[in-house]
């Protein structure tokens, strides 16, 4: 059978978007999915489809034209996902930083797994930042597929076992997970 | 009943690298109109340069308006200072320019050709074109320490000495990617099922590309012959070797041979950069602050980049104007896509070379 578990981690697939960034970042991008660097080899695709996409690789700082944009692809992904911030002004703003039309970095919007720093990035650091974000997608969506316990342990009593007052409340419910 | 569909690309899609939007509406499959819409990316660089920034560290700051033609933009800003400073850079500094500039207009062409192919359907040339453009990154990061932004070139000269082995290394994977370019010229020519996707498809005519000031390999595959490099003496351009490269027919297919024509000619001019490099020191000193007027122009591998800039005599300046080459060719994009089949869109869209974070600045 088609085990989901066991392949997500396999192959994970790229959703890019520009958010106002001066392109160093996106070709390299590119490179670093050509024969060279091969980041395919991993098993990553480049889709144009967030519905259909694990790993968010954003690029810029966000300007205000392309924020709602971000945020709209950002919901569109399913559960599990990681977001990757490509480069210095992805990050921080970098030299972009307190122009007008410019929110400094995207981490004030959506939250962030890999900061990758460098202007412009090289293709080495991508395909770090990206082996990182398949580890964190593998941990959420471990996390995603554990079980919660509503129950709490039976009390045995002179061999007989209790099964009466085992429910948790709502409250109780952290803290036994 | 309305007997039209209106489809968007963008500002999202697989075959944009950025976000712009195009609204086609088409009858069938034809196209009928198009709207754009281009302003995803504005950051407001020309504001920071006159607020923000003093004059010497703008060369840097202006290179990231487009990662793409870095160069370019750095060099014309460069240009305009110098002009405004006063001061006579040696020989040797403008012959390094030259020869990252003709680097630089390598891999960006590289990078049209084989992002044309990816959106043609043609993947596995893609592919091709991609890896041997990796031998021309290499020497970029050997002669200036960074592979897309180079930071270069600085008021004065540039940064960084070349030496015998970086010489050696760049003319032997020249001489490579040479090799390689002259068998894409082969492939791109005889090529069946690439003709289907390019031939006649999206093509402009000479009036028309003389009517809406068409700009670049776009112009010059019309037959139009406009090159910068050919009007300006800032920099010897054609002491190396320079030549105009222009095909008649205008269709994707022109423009993609104008731009193999135009690596060979830079390839070219590297070589010759390298062994006519005269000796002598890459920096002089110009002291003062700028103070008048200035206008420069450039070849960008997209085409003509202008660059005003205005100081009153103190660290910060006045105005700083940027001009890029996508910007002035939106109304031939508009016209060229009228009339086409809605799934060449894409091919045409990548054939253009759009640089949309040059546009929006």
Known sequence: MFDLKKYRKKSPWILHYNAGSCNGCDIEILASLSPKYDLERFGVINTGNPKQSDIFLVTGPVTYRSRERLIELYTQMPEPKVVVAVGSCTCTGGVFRDMYNVEDGIDRYIPVDVYIAGCAVSPELIIDGVVKALDILEKKSKEMEKPLKLFKEAISENGVVNRRNVALKVGEVHEEN | ?????????????????????????????????????????????????????????????????????????????????????????????????????????????????SHTCENAGF????????????????????????????????????????????????????????????????????????????????????????????????????????????????????????????????????????????????????????????????????????????????????????????????????RVRIKTPTFASIPVFSHIFVGENYADAPAILASFDPCLSCTAK
Request: glycine share 8%.
């Open chain 2, 123 to 318: 993947e596995a040339m893609f592919m091709r074109i991609m890896g041997d453009r990796e031998l021309v990154m290499e020497i970029q990061e050997l002669l200036t320490g960074n592979r897309v932004q180079f930071d270069y070139i600085n008021i004065g000269g540039v940064n960084r000495d070349i030496n015998s082995e970086v010489a050696k290394k760049i003319i032997e994977n020249l001489y490579e990617v040479k090799q390689r370019v002259l068998g894409y010229m082969d492939e791109f020519t005889n090529n069946w099922s690439l003709s289907l996707k390019f031939k006649g498809i999206g093509a402009l005519s000479l009036d028309d590309a003389y009517m809406f000031n068409a700009i670049g390999p776009l112009a010059r595959a019309s037959g139009l012959n406009i090159d910068v490099r050919n009007e300006i003496d800032y920099l010897p351009f054609n002491e190396v070797g320079f030549a105009m490269q222009t095909q008649s027919e205008g269709d994707i297919n022109a423009r993609n041979i104008v731009r193999l024509h135009e690596i060979l000619n830079s390839i070219l001019m590297c070589e010759n950069v390298l062994s006519g490099l005269p000796e002598g020191a890459i920096f002089t000193k110009l002291k003062g602050k700028p103070n008048g007027e200035a206008i420069v122009r450039f070849e960008a591998p997209r085409g003509e980049l202008m660059y005003y800039v205005k100081g009153n005599g103190s660290a910060m300046l006045e």
């Open chain 2, 1 to 113: 009943m309305k007997k039209t569909i209106n489809i968007p690309l963008g500002s999202q899609h697989i075959s944009l690298l950025e976000p712009v939007r195009f609204k086609f509406e088409c009858e069938n499959e034809k196209i009928i109109s198009v709207d754009s819409d281009v302003g995803f990316v504005h950051r407001g660089i020309e504001r920071a340069c006159t607020t923000k920034f003093k004059f010497d560290a703008i060369g840097y700051v202006v290179a990231r308006v487009c990662g793409l033609c870095a160069i370019t933009h750095s060099l014309s800003y460069t240009a305009a200072v110098e002009k405004l400073l006063g001061g006579e850079i040696t020989k040797k500094a403008k012959y390094l320019r030259i020869l990252l500039l003709e680097l630089d207009r390598i891999h960006s062409h590289m990078l049209c050709l």
